[in-house]
C-alpha cells in the first residue's frame, strides 16, 4: 500500500500562480510514472499532466504553456507548478503514482480555487 500526501493547493487570483507538491510513500515497487488529475464541480475528472520515469511528459491542451510538471525521483515527489492560472482550472487536483507491479494510487486531493 503506497500513501500520497499532497499539498500546495489554495485560493489565487486569476493570472496567479499555485505549486502542488505529491510524495509518494516508500515502497517495494518502483515508480512507473506520476500525474496529476482534476475534477471539477459536476464535471468528470480529467488528466492535467504525467511524466514517466524517463522524465518524458504529457499535458492537457488546455494547460499547455501555463503549467510544468516535474518529478524528484529520490524524494518520491511530484510537483505541478501552475502559472498564469484562470477561473476555469478551479477543481480539485488529484495525484496519481503508477507502479511497475500494475498498482494505481490516488491521493486525498487538494481544492485550487481561481477567483477574479
Known amino acids: 500500500q503506497v500513501q500520497l500526501v499532497e499539498s500546495g493547493g489554495g485560493l489565487v487570483q486569476a493570472g496567479g500562480s499555485l505549486r502542488l507538491s505529491c510524495t509518494a510513500s516508500?515502497?517495494?515497487?518502483?515508480?512507473?510514472?506520476m500525474g496529476w488529475y482534476r475534477q471539477a464541480p459536476g464535471k468528470q475528472r480529467e488528466l492535467v499532466a504525467t511524466i514517466g520515469g524517463g522524465g518524458s511528459t504529457n499535458y492537457a491542451d488546455s494547460v499547455k504553456g501555463r503549467f510544468t510538471i516535474s518529478r524528484d525521483n529520490a524524494k518520491r515527489t511530484v510537483y505541478l507548478q501552475m502559472n498564469s492560472l484562470k477561473l476555469e482550472d478551479t477543481a480539485v487536483y488529484y495525484c496519481?503514482?503508477?507502479?511497475?507491479?500494475?498498482?494505481?494510487?490516488w491521493g486525498q486531493g487538494t481544492q485550487v480555487t481561481v477567483s477574479s
Open positions: 496519481n503514482v503508477n507502479l511497475i507491479n500494475l498498482l494505481s494510487y
Open positions: 516508500e515502497s517495494r515497487f518502483s515508480i512507473i510514472s
